[in-house]
């Protein structure tokens, strides 16, 4: 679904991925990991087309991803969410929800302000949307909340939903559980797993937290200062010996795969 090949991003001569090459396949979850300042935001990034490589390519089902600026591609199908939730604070979980959809409606203002049928017909089917969305996160009790008042591994839940509101293909999830406890890290990461199994996505993950990562992932491309030092699944990824020296510690320090 997605490819990178031989992508190299560089700022003021600071190369921040150097010549970095994967294939996400569909339907599956592949989780990017490395230490701090390794690159993997600046994947992100290059993907959501907020920066561009000075070489190489990105593919995404088939089509060159660079050819489209940064609000053409969720029309493509690539939501995302982020690592500090950047949700509406003084809206409703509905409200936000809502907005997931903004970018792929195609009305002019003056539709808008006569109120045509039209508008009202797409106005049904974005609520209907929403909570379906909500049901499947099982947060529609918490649809008139402020996500101001609300937890912040449930904020996680509504900024992920949001992602989920349009005809997503690809989600980008960034650090789902920073700052999570264990509970709520539990509960995101069986969430991670549902959108895989339950609602067919495709799932791109960055996080640090390595029994998420272990747990959920079907591939692992593990990054440092901007190269790919490691790629297999989570049990060749666990034991190489590489990827525990500039990464996971100790082999006693990482978590066993279930």
Same mark, same amino acid.
């Given at each position: 679904?997605?490819?990178?090949?031989?992508?190299?991003?560089?700022?003021?001569?600071?190369?921040?991925?150097?010549?970095?090459?994967?294939?996400?396949?569909?339907?599956?979850?592949?989780?990017?990991?490395?230490?701090?300042?390794?690159?993997?935001?600046?994947?992100?990034?290059?993907?959501?087309?907020?920066?561009?490589?000075?070489?190489?390519?990105?593919?995404?089902?088939?089509?060159?991803?660079?050819?489209?600026?940064?609000?053409?591609?969720?029309?493509?199908?690539?939501?995302?969410?982020?690592?500090?939730?950047?949700?509406?604070?003084?809206?409703?979980?509905?409200?936000?929800?809502?907005?997931?959809?903004?970018?792929?409606?195609?009305?002019?203002?003056?539709?808008?302000?006569?109120?045509?049928?039209?508008?009202?017909?797409?106005?049904?089917?974005?609520?209907?949307?929403?909570?379906?969305?909500?049901?499947?996160?099982?947060?529609?009790?918490?649809?008139?909340?402020?996500?101001?008042?609300?937890?912040?591994?449930?904020?996680? #839940?509504?900024?992920?939903?949001?992602?989920?509101? =349009? $005809?997503?293909? /690809?989600? &980008?999830? *960034? %650090?789902?559980?920073?700052? #999570?406890?264990?509970?709520?890290?539990?509960?995101? =990461? $069986?969430?991670? /797993?549902? &959108?895989? *199994? %339950?609602?067919?996505?495709?799932?791109?993950?960055?996080?640090?937290?390595?029994?998420?990562?272990?747990?959920?992932?079907?591939?692992?491309?593990?990054?440092?200062?901007?190269?790919?030092?490691?790629?297999?699944?989570?049990?060749?990824?666990?034991?190489?010996?590489?990827?525990?020296?500039?990464?996971?510690?100790?082999?006693?320090?990482?978590?066993?795969?279930?």
């Amino acid at each position: 679904m997605l490819t990178f090949k031989n992508v190299t991003v560089q700022f003021a001569g600071l190369t921040a991925i150097n010549k970095l090459s994967f294939d996400v396949p569909a339907g599956k979850i592949f989780s990017i990991i490395g230490p701090n300042g390794a690159g993997k935001t600046t994947v992100f990034n290059c993907i959501s087309r907020f920066y561009t490589p000075v070489s190489g390519e990105i593919e995404f089902n088939g089509k060159n991803l660079l050819q489209f600026k940064p609000h053409h591609v969720i029309k493509e199908g690539i939501a995302r969410s982020f690592q500090n939730v950047e949700l509406f604070a003084n809206m409703t979980v509905l409200d936000n929800l809502l907005t997931g959809l903004h970018p792929t409606l195609n009305k002019n203002i003056f539709s808008i302000a006569l109120n045509f049928p039209a508008i009202k017909k797409s106005e049904r089917e974005a609520v209907a949307r929403a909570n379906e969305v909500m049901e499947l996160l099982d947060i529609k009790e918490l649809a008139d909340e402020k996500v101001n008042n609300l937890p912040f591994g449930y904020q996680k #839940m509504v900024d992920i939903g949001r992602a989920m509101m =349009s $005809d997503t293909k /690809l989600i &980008l999830l *960034d %650090e789902p559980v920073a700052g #999570m406890n264990p509970v709520e890290t539990e509960k995101i =990461s $069986d969430l991670i /797993l549902r &959108l895989r *199994d %339950e609602m067919g996505f495709t799932v791109l993950v960055i996080e640090h937290d390595m029994s998420l990562v272990m747990k959920v992932s079907d591939y692992v491309t593990v990054m440092n200062f901007g190269q790919k030092i490691a790629e297999g699944v989570p049990q060749e990824i666990q034991r190489n010996p590489v990827v525990i020296e500039a990464y996971l510690g100790e082999v006693d320090d990482v978590a066993p795969v279930n």
